[in-house]
């Protein structure tokens, strides 16, 4: 069974800090891994999508990478803003279909 | 629609009840997804249809739990005499289709169900 820990599980820093977050997953056989982003009492907004050939993919002050190998990925979110306040999740895709979510990271940024 | 769209947003029942959860896909994804998330926790994997058909139902929980997408877009997720344990937020999620290497998944805004 693929288990998919993110750490830490909360964090809270001062605006403009460089957000590192973490996810590791124990089985390497994924086809891709998403970040997604929560806020409060709301859905899932996806942030970035990696497939598993890749080694990072960004967006505007956002940047993931990933190694399958080590089973590890890592969210790096630049300049942080009280905005990006708000719980992130990441999941790997396994089985052509089915998403395995960490608990999520919930992330304050104080102004 | 422009995103997946959930119906109702909230929802608060009696234990015993039926309750019915909708959720209308992305136009054209014949992917579908339904997940269940409890507090503090990330979502876990209910059922996935392809088309029509529930290709893999393995994440329901028992028999009280049923989902249907007759016509191959809106699902539909059925829960019988309810329980206070199903108390939680059900996320629905669409994507193009599956093949190797998978597609990105899109969420709808999630319907949070309240057992009493």
């Known amino acids: 069974k693929q288990e998919v820990t993110q750490i830490p599980a909360a964090l809270s820093v001062p605006e403009g800090e460089n957000l590192v977050l973490n996810c590791s997953f124990t089985d390497s056989a994924i086809y891709n891994l998403q970040w997604f982003r929560q806020d409060p009492g709301k859905g899932l907004t996806s942030l970035l999508l990696i497939q598993s050939s890749q080694r990072e993919q960004t967006s505007g002050r956002l940047n993931a990478s990933l190694d399958k190998s080590s089973g590890r990925s890592t969210l790096y979110i630049a300049a942080s803003q009280p905005g990006d306040s708000a719980t992130y999740l990441c999941a790997v895709l396994r089985d052509d279909y089915k998403l395995s979510f960490g608990a999520g990271t919930t992330v304050t940024v104080r102004a | 629609g422009a995103g997946v769209s959930q119906t109702p947003s909230n929802k608060v029942t009696e234990k015993g009840k039926y309750v019915e959860l909708r959720c209308d896909p992305i136009?054209?994804?014949?992917?579908l997804y339904w997940y269940r998330q409890s507090l503090g926790q990330g979502p876990e994997f209910l059922i996935y249809?392809?088309?029509?058909?529930?290709?893999?139902d393995s994440g329901l929980p028992n028999d009280r739990f049923f989902a249907v997408r007759p016509e191959g877009s809106v699902s539909t997720l059925k829960i019988q005499r309810t329980e206070r344990g199903d108390s939680a937020v059900y996320l629905c999620a669409s994507s193009l289709t599956q093949s190797r290497g998978g597609t990105e998944a899109f969420f709808g805004q999630g319907t949070r169900l309240t057992v009493v």
């Open positions: 136009s054209g994804h014949t992917a």
């Open positions: 249809f392809q088309g029509t058909g529930a290709a893999d």
